[in-house]
């Protein structure tokens, strides 16, 4: 069963203050019995399933071409060559 939740509510299911947190307006599938639980408190309501997500989804068309070659590596500046050089003397 569907429910949407009306208020936020804490599952303690692990201890005190400890479990999953449902919140306002989040919709979950849960067992009939467990959906229950939350419709009898008030906390939650019951919703209809809603159409298949496929069925609505556009068609995805092919996708662009893959580029044969990766472009050529650009060759760092000789500038910040030289300062890697002389840090690496420095910690000779």
């Known amino acids: 069963m569907r429910v949407k939740f009306l208020r936020d509510?804490?599952?303690e299911s692990e201890g005190r203050n400890q479990g999953?947190?449902?919140k306002a307006g989040e919709v979950h599938d849960f067992t009939?019995?467990?959906?229950g639980r939350w419709l009898r408190?008030?906390?939650a309501v019951e919703v209809a399933d809603e159409p298949v997500a496929e069925?609505?989804?556009p068609v995805a068309s092919e996708p662009p071409p893959?580029?044969?070659e990766a472009p050529e590596r650009v060759a760092a500046e000789p500038?910040?060559?030289?300062q890697i050089r002389r840090r690496g003397r420095?910690?000779?």
């Open 90 to 92: 420095r910690y000779r």
């Open 9 to 11: 509510e804490l599952f």
């Open 41 to 43: 408190r008030g906390a």
């Open 79 to 82: 500038v910040a060559e030289e």
């Open 55 to 57: 069925a609505s989804a």
């Open 66 to 68: 893959i580029e044969e």
């Open 32 to 35: 009939d019995e467990f959906a």
């Open 20 to 22: 999953p947190l449902y």
